[in-house]
Nanobody, 116 residues
Framework: QVRLVESGGGLVQAGGSLRLSCATS????????MGWYRQAPGKQREWVAHISSGGTTYYTDSVKGRFTISRDSAKNTVYLQIDSLGPEDTAVYYC??????????WGQGTQVTVSS
């Protein structure tokens, strides 16, 4: 079973940037896609971005141009660079191998809080 550990969240002012990391275990990382989801207070968890095993990236419309997903296969790690943060980005961020629809279990997530 894949283990997912998210990190890199924090409190940041609007307009700032963060880089989130998702460390994964399991030998299937190199052949698996990986994505990021987020859950804002009082809202359902939503898909944000995905990177395929071949490096193709996909984003939900609301984050295009501000979020960048990448992967380092040597480190079994996926990253989410978030720029131009706004209060609407406040959420717990999770990684998951599912593309638009989550698969399997979740990690603990990492909290991103944007102050205006």
């Amino acid at each position: 079973q894949v283990r997912l550990v998210e990190s890199g969240g924090g409190l940041v002012q609007a307009g700032g940037s963060l880089r989130l990391s998702c460390a994964t275990s399991g030998s299937r990382f190199a052949i698996s896609g990986m994505g990021w989801y987020r859950q804002a207070p009082g809202k359902q968890r939503e898909w944000v971005a995905h990177i395929s095993s071949g490096g193709t990236t996909y984003y939900t419309d609301s984050v295009k141009g501000r979020f960048t997903i990448s992967r380092d296969s040597a480190k079994n790690t996926v990253y989410l660079q978030i720029d131009s943060l706004g209060p609407e980005d406040t959420a717990v961020y999770y990684c998951n191998p599912g593309y638009r629809v989550p698969i399997g279990s979740w990690g603990q997530g990492t909290q991103v809080t944007v102050s205006s």
